[in-house]
């Protein structure tokens, strides 16, 4: 994030909310750049770092600023940050719009709205990924308010979604809040190719999980078009530069802070990306094709008899997962099967779609290891599909004890658009961890219906 930032060429001061264990990381990864840190050593859950947000006031060098604008260390700087400031021209809160306050998802704060309006009317909400205002007594009092209310629900246990829906719901009640100035220079996850002319992009969801992040930094980068910068143009690109002063050289003068909440661990990581080296012993089931006899290139019967011979217990769930299964084969060039039940399930696959191409992890603890099986599946790992940066159309899971791995994992694979398929969504444990995903990702629905075993999502 700091890396776009400077990219650039701003000069407006960039102001680092942390704590002293990472201003040391960040000092240490960008010797020399001009950053100045604001450090609270309380901040020791996510909790606290997402309401921490609030405390830009207790800064002590604040009143040198005019203007704020806080943004999230999960976002990157297409352009100089200018435009934000410029844009800060009344005595309220300036956010991208986005959503609807009274969605069933509690991202904008639907309980708090209606537990002190049960008519409240539905409006459009906003993200506090990006916030503008000018250093007002006003917006302290109101930032105050905020603190106040997150932190009585939080030590009640009764935070419903983090801190996102307290800012909706105390700046949209007292209208302080511009939804649609900010929509112009900042947006969370658009394509790459409707990024053009934004100054930053945010990458929503999933916080505590640093790999999808730069997964997603990566990823966008690589299909962004990045304007041409003046000073590498050549005197055949443009008429006569010599009269025009690069962005360096124009600079900013105003005396402006932007402040960033890196607190606690949000970009850290979790303990379920570490992984385990443990490898079975098991041989795979070698799926025989028989292109003899299309369209079905993989006998089913003779298959499911073969898995019933060594596991008497085995039984494929046809009635809840055929229909998704041939669905997903036909709209998939690439599909990814992550544990469980997969010998049945792959059959089906390539019987109905005989180009698609299959990669199966067995185990979700398997380090390493890669087996061409045929010309339609390997056998392979997480972390070799990871390490190889591969990406697929159609992802799998079946996963009952290291759920929140296969779950990262597959958010990791998943191409843009992507369809997650979550197995075993009957067990309350798989599918309140999956349920939180969903959440924090903002997953869609997906193009085939849920089933009484199965939750269909798309990733954007």
Same mark, same amino acid.
């Given at each position: 994030? !700091?890396?776009?930032y $400077?990219?650039?060429?701003?000069?407006?001061?960039?102001?680092?909310?942390?704590?002293?264990?990472?201003?040391a990381?960040?000092?240490?990864? !960008?010797?020399? @750049?001009?950053?100045? #840190?604001?450090? @609270?050593?309380?901040?020791?859950?996510?909790?606290?770092?997402r309401?921490s947000?609030?405390?830009?006031?207790?800064?002590?060098?604040?009143? +040198?600023y005019?203007?704020?604008?806080y943004?999230?260390?999960?976002?990157?700087?297409?352009?100089?940050?200018?435009?934000?400031? &410029?844009?800060i021209?009344?005595?309220?809160?300036?956010?991208?719009?986005?959503?609807?306050?009274?969605?069933?998802?509690?991202?904008?704060?639907?309980?708090?709205?209606l537990?002190?309006?049960?008519?409240y009317?539905?409006?459009?909400?906003?993200?506090?990924?990006?916030?503008? $205002?000018?250093?007002?007594?006003?917006?302290?009092?109101?930032?105050?308010?905020?603190? =106040?209310?997150?932190?009585?629900?939080?030590?009640?246990?009764?935070?419903? #979604?983090?801190? =996102?829906?307290?800012?909706n719901?105390?700046?949209?009640?007292?209208?302080?809040?511009?939804?649609t100035?900010?929509?112009?220079h900042v947006?969370?996850?658009?394509?790459?190719?409707?990024?053009?002319?934004?100054?930053?992009?945010h990458?929503?969801?999933?916080?505590?999980?640093? =790999? /999808?992040?730069?997964d997603?930094?990566?990823?966008?980068?690589?299909?962004?078009?990045?304007?041409?910068?003046?000073?590498?143009?050549?005197?055949?690109?443009?008429?006569?530069?010599? &009269?025009?002063?690069?962005? %360096? &050289?124009?600079?900013?003068?105003q005396?402006?802070?932007?402040? %960033?909440?890196?607190?606690?661990?949000?970009?850290?990581?979790s303990?379920?990306?570490?992984?385990?080296?443990?490898?079975?012993?098991?041989?795979?089931?070698?799926?025989?094709?028989?292109?003899?006899?299309?369209?079905?290139?993989?006998?089913?019967?003779?298959?499911?008899?073969?898995?019933?011979?060594?596991?008497p217990?085995?039984?494929?769930?046809?009635?809840?997962?055929?229909?998704? !299964?041939?669905s997903?084969?036909?709209?998939?060039?690439?599909?990814?099967?992550?544990?469980?039940?997969?010998?049945?399930?792959?059959?089906?696959?390539?019987?109905? +779609? +005989?180009? *698609?191409k299959?990669?199966?992890?067995?185990?979700?603890?398997?380090?390493?290891?890669?087996?061409?099986?045929?010309e339609?599946?390997?056998?392979s790992s997480?972390?070799?599909?990871?390490? =190889?940066?591969?990406?697929?159309?159609?992802? /799998?899971c079946?996963?009952?004890?290291? /759920?929140?791995?296969?779950?990262v994992?597959? !958010?990791?694979?998943?191409?843009?658009?992507a369809? *997650?398929?979550?197995?075993? *969504?009957?067990?309350?444990?798989?599918?309140?961890?999956?349920? @939180?995903?969903?959440?924090?990702?903002?997953?869609?629905?997906?193009?085939?219906?849920?089933?009484?075993?199965?939750?269909?999502?798309?990733?954007?």
């Amino acid at each position: 994030m !700091l890396n776009s930032y $400077f990219d650039t060429g701003a000069t407006v001061d960039f102001l680092v909310y942390t704590t002293t264990e990472y201003r040391a990381t960040i000092e240490s990864r !960008l010797p020399g @750049k001009p950053v100045k #840190f604001f450090e @609270k050593n309380f901040v020791k859950t996510m909790n606290h770092a997402r309401i921490s947000k609030v405390d830009i006031f207790d800064y002590p060098e604040i009143a +040198n600023y005019d203007k704020i604008v806080y943004i999230d260390a999960d976002t990157m700087f297409l352009s100089d940050p200018t435009p934000l400031f &410029d844009t800060i021209l009344n005595d309220v809160v300036y956010a991208s719009g986005e959503g609807n306050i009274l969605y069933e998802g509690n991202y904008w704060g639907k309980y708090l709205f209606l537990k002190n309006d049960a008519n409240y009317p539905d409006q459009e909400g906003f993200s506090v990924s990006c916030m503008g $205002f000018k250093n007002l007594p006003e917006i302290k009092k109101l930032f105050s308010k905020i603190k =106040q209310a997150f932190y009585l629900d939080m030590y009640q246990n009764k935070l419903a #979604f983090y801190d =996102q829906p307290y800012f909706n719901m105390i700046l949209i009640t007292n209208n302080m809040v511009n939804k649609t100035d900010f929509k112009r220079h900042v947006l969370s996850r658009p394509a790459p190719e409707n990024a053009t002319g934004l100054v930053a992009v945010h990458f929503a969801g999933c916080p505590g999980h640093a =790999q /999808i992040k730069l997964d997603l930094f990566a990823e966008f980068k690589s299909k962004y078009v990045w304007p041409i910068k003046e000073e590498a143009m050549t005197t055949e690109d443009t008429m006569s530069t010599e &009269d025009q002063g690069s962005t %360096e &050289d124009q600079g900013s003068t105003q005396d402006q802070g932007s402040t %960033e909440d890196q607190g606690s661990t949000e970009d850290q990581g979790s303990t379920e990306d570490q992984q385990s080296s443990e490898q079975s012993s098991e041989e795979p089931v070698v799926f025989s094709i028989d292109e003899s006899s299309p369209p079905q290139l993989i006998d089913e019967a003779r298959l499911h008899a073969h898995i019933q011979s060594t596991n008497p217990g085995y039984h494929f769930h046809d009635s809840s997962k055929r229909a998704n !299964l041939v669905s997903a084969a036909v709209a998939s060039k690439t599909t990814c099967f992550l544990c469980g039940d997969t010998a049945i399930p792959s059959a089906i696959v390539i019987n109905n +779609n +005989n180009q *698609i191409k299959i990669s199966i992890v067995e185990h979700a603890t398997q380090s390493s290891g890669k087996q061409i099986l045929n010309e339609h599946i390997e056998l392979s790992s997480i972390d070799e599909l990871l390490s =190889q940066g591969r990406k697929f159309d159609t992802i /799998i899971c079946d996963e009952r004890e290291h /759920i929140e791995r296969v779950i990262v994992s597959a !958010l990791r694979l998943a191409a843009p658009s992507a369809t *997650i398929i979550m197995n075993g *969504i009957e067990n309350l444990h798989v599918s309140a961890t999956w349920q @939180k995903y969903v959440d924090m990702m903002g997953l869609r629905p997906g193009p085939f219906p849920d089933t009484e075993t199965q939750s269909v999502r798309t990733i954007l």
